[in-house]
């Protein structure tokens, strides 16, 4: 059973950084493209980074392209989201997923994802 669990949300002022890790058991980082979603209220879920299960290549949203890093520890099983300079824009839960290496399509569509986590909450105060 796949199982994602987000952590390091919280509320920070505009400017400012957090880090997202995503802890994944159940299934192996080195055969699955692992990638970051926000959603707003209102607002479709929207794809913010992704990293590949080959080489590590990371590809991001024009929207934090600069500002966010994502990268991953294949020995923890872990994802993580660097977020710097944020803007009250990149208020949204923050979610990973899991695509496998067998996925076709895009990193950016949610359709190739079969593996999501609850979220985390990140604020950012103007």
């Known amino acids: 059973q796949v199982q994602l669990v987000e952590s390091g949300g919280g509320l920070v002022q505009a400017g400012g950084s957090l880090r997202l890790s995503c802890a994944v058991s159940?299934?192996?980082?080195?055969?699955?493209?692992m990638g970051w979603f926000r959603q707003s209220p209102g607002k479709e879920r929207e794809w913010v980074a992704a990293?590949?299960?080959?080489?590590?290549?990371?590809y991001y949203a024009e929207s934090v392209r600069g500002r966010f890093t994502i990268s991953k520890d294949n020995a923890k099983n872990t994802v993580y989201l660097q977020m710097n300079s944020l803007k009250p824009e990149d208020t949204a839960i923050y979610l990973c997923?899991?695509?496998?290496?067998?996925?076709?399509?895009?990193?950016?569509?949610?359709?190739?994802?079969?593996?999501w986590g609850q979220g985390t909450q990140v604020t950012v105060s103007s």
């Open positions: 990293i590949g299960w080959i080489a590590s290549t990371p």
């Open positions: 997923a899991a695509r496998p290496a067998s996925s076709s399509g895009t990193v950016s569509s949610t359709r190739g994802y079969d593996a």
């Open positions: 159940g299934r192996t980082l080195s055969r699955n493209t």
